[in-house]
């Protein structure tokens, strides 16, 4: 059963310290996304990625946030420095978009605390 | 910017009653407007999805009706169960070069069925 999955799953942190999110998508599919989930903003898109290069990183705060995909099985998300607003759930997303197909297929999501 | 207004925020419904969520979006260029599920510690997951060359489509007790005109779109749960009892969250693709990956979510809808 292919399933994206994403480490850690939870994170406490303290402010100002640098915090990495792994992702392995589903074996094959071609895009990766990178979301964040709060209370109060809900489901957001940050960024993603069509064949490992970056399509659109509108959604991300750039001065803290970086994205990347070093291989087809890693897509990582960095914070350096974080900040108690950075505290939410991150999700990565993979997907196969080719022709009528355009399901995004969710991984667990790493909770994260920044104190 | 697509922006997408969904409602009710919560729902309480009996058991083998009728849920109804609704959706309004802004223009758009895409047709695919797809609807995912969540429960409580996972991530979303696609639970159906239309592409307004029809104005419902039905899988089991879920049903999406479109309103291409009005740019609303609802999906209905007939016979709705304890297990349907989650959070619900439409989404539509945003306007532009991007195609029907980059979505736009709802705000969700927590749904919760009662014996």
């Known amino acids: 059963d292919a399933r994206v999955t994403q480490t850690p799953r939870h994170k406490v942190t303290e402010m100002g310290q640098e915090v990495t999110m792994r992702c392995q998508p589903i074996?094959?599919?071609?895009?990766v996304f990178w979301y964040r989930q709060t209370m109060m903003q809900g489901l957001e898109l940050l960024a993603y990625?069509?064949?490992?290069?970056?399509?659109?990183d509108s959604g991300m705060p750039k001065d803290r946030f970086s994205a990347e995909m070093p291989d087809a099985t890693l897509a990582t998300l960095k914070i350096q420095p974080s900040e108690p607003r950075d505290s939410a759930v991150y999700f990565c997303?993979?997907?196969?978009?080719?022709?009528?197909?355009?399901?995004?297929?969710f991984g667990p999501g790493t909770r994260l605390t920044v104190l | 910017q697509q922006q997408v207004k969904q409602s009710p925020q919560s729902l309480i419904v009996q058991k083998g009653g009728i849920s109804i969520i609704n959706c309004a979006y802004e223009?758009?260029?895409?047709?695919?407007f797809p609807w995912y599920q969540q429960f409580p510690g996972k991530g979303p997951a696609l639970l159906i999805a239309?592409?307004?060359?029809?104005s419902e489509k039905k899988e089991g007790r879920f049903t999406i009706s479109f309103n291409k005109s009005a740019k609303q779109f609802s999906l209905h749960i007939m016979d709705s169960q304890p297990g349907d009892s989650a959070t619900y969250f439409c989404?539509?693709?945003?306007?532009?070069?991007?195609?029907?990956?980059?979505?736009?979510f709802g705000t969700g809808t927590r749904l919760t069925i009662i014996p």
């Open positions: 997303a993979s997907g196969l978009v080719a022709g009528s197909t355009d399901t995004q297929y």
């Open positions: 074996l094959g599919h071609n895009t």
């Open positions: 990625f069509r064949n490992r290069a970056p399509l659109d």
């Open positions: 223009n758009t260029a895409f047709d695919y």
């Open positions: 239309i592409r307004p060359d029809v």
């Open positions: 989404a539509a693709p945003h306007s532009g070069p991007f195609g029907n990956e980059k979505l736009t």
